[in-house]
């Protein structure tokens, strides 16, 4: 057990039935810890130790934007393949959580453009990232023959953090009655 008086400073109680809160800091990202406090009084008389409860030190680092997405039409009717680079959970480092991939018949080009856009019709099939740098692919199904559609991708990680939108691209579903 480490005892924190040795690194952080303790501030003074409060008056009883005073709320006492204390931030700490320096803990590894999602590192798991349990803290318990005993109360010492000016004669040096201890309480007994208090209830434990356990923290995990959170994560407050989006994941990378995706610099490289493309598209392409897909190789049956209705689809587009989508091609990326997995961006990490950190910036660059790690491996991130959760794609969100939207598409849109009407250019994305704002934030609030691609939250007004549509998820991509078989979104509960979008993968989960892989490491950062692998190479990532998604074929979108279910869209509309012959119509161009633009794509963009948000990335999160396991703490919802959320990284910056990503390079939007564009392409036309595949009709191979054409």
Request: proline share 7%; net charge negative.
């Given at each position: 057990a480490e ?5 952080i400073?303790i501030?003074e ?9 204390i ?6 990202k999602g ?6 406090v ?5 004669r040096g008389q ?5 209830n434990?409860v356990?923290?995990i ?13 493309n598209?392409?039409s897909?190789?049956?009717d209705?689809?587009i393949d989508?091609m990326?680079t997995?961006p ?14 939207k598409?849109?018949?009407?250019r ?9 856009a549509?998820?991509v019709p078989?979104?509960d099939?979008?993968p989960s990232?892989n490491p950062a ?5 998604f ?21 919802d ?7 939007v691209?564009?392409?036309m579903?595949?009709?191979k009655?054409?």
């Amino acid at each position: 057990a480490e005892d924190l008086d040795s690194i952080i400073e303790i501030p003074e109680p409060k008056k009883p039935g005073g709320r006492e809160e204390i931030t700490i800091t320096g803990y590894n990202k999602g590192s798991e810890h349990f803290f318990a406090v005993i109360a010492e009084d000016e004669r040096g008389q201890r309480s007994p130790i208090s209830n434990v409860v356990r923290a995990i030190a959170p994560d407050h680092n989006p994941p990378d934007g995706i610099l490289d997405l493309n598209a392409e039409s897909g190789k049956s009717d209705g689809e587009i393949d989508l091609m990326w680079t997995a961006p990490g959970d950190d910036g660059i480092d790690g491996q991130a959580h959760k794609y969100q991939i939207k598409c849109s018949k009407d250019r994305i080009r704002t934030i609030w453009d691609f939250y007004s856009a549509d998820d991509v019709p078989n979104s509960d099939e979008v993968p989960s990232p892989n490491p950062a740098g692998s190479r990532e692919s998604f074929t979108v199904t279910g869209l509309e023959r012959r119509e161009t559609y633009y794509f963009a991708i948000k990335t999160m990680d396991k703490w919802d953090n959320i990284g910056p939108l990503s390079k939007v691209a564009e392409a036309m579903a595949t009709d191979k009655m054409a």
